[in-house]
């Protein structure tokens, strides 16, 4: 850079390659946990790079409306260090917590999820897409994450978790109407049939019986629409 040679990189690699210890870090610069690059130039450290994710403002409200909605457990799965994950899942309420993953470790812990029922993943990155992909409902968060978004089975537009639990009540209250659609419009018509061939309708009426279940089902389902 501008002349000069920089070595960006884990301790042990800076350190094999130039000279000096890293400056101290006071206790309020540094991040608990946090994933630590050292910075030489010209062959000698100069710096200290911190790299952490920090917790979501809304992650604990959204665990907490995921229990009420009757998501039995939540893991947390991070390629982030150990300290940093735990205190992150701690703080957001979840199960358990699992740090230093690569992608086949993620999809490695689902898998193992995924003997007590079905999974789904919340990711939005590059190294969430493998687990995406293999969740039984694969959610990507953002629309930035391109390898993320077309690996999931559904995209959260933003980069807000808080619209996840609304998306799983309106598709519980969806499919609740689907079932009620489909049990109402099968047993009228079997009510209808069953008169049809008693001698009770004409094949006039029963046509048009046949057209009022149809118009009552569509009415039905369109409460769907309804926030």
Known sequence: MEGRRVLVGGAAFVQA?????????????GLAGATRSLVAVEGHVAGVLLFADRLRPEAPALVAALRRQGVARVELASGDTEARVSAIGRAVGADAASARLDPSGKVALLRAARTHGPVMMLGDGLNDAPALAAADVGVAVGVRGAAAAQAADAVLLGDGLGRLAEVLAAA???RAIARQSVVAGIGLST???VAAAAGYLTPVQGALLQEAIDVAVILNAL???RA
């Open 17 to 29: 390659h130039a000279e000096g210890a890293p400056p101290p870090l006071d206790a309020e610069e």
């Open 172 to 174: 519980t209250r969806a």
């Open 191 to 193: 009510l209808g049939m």
């Open 223 to 225: 409460r769907a629409l």
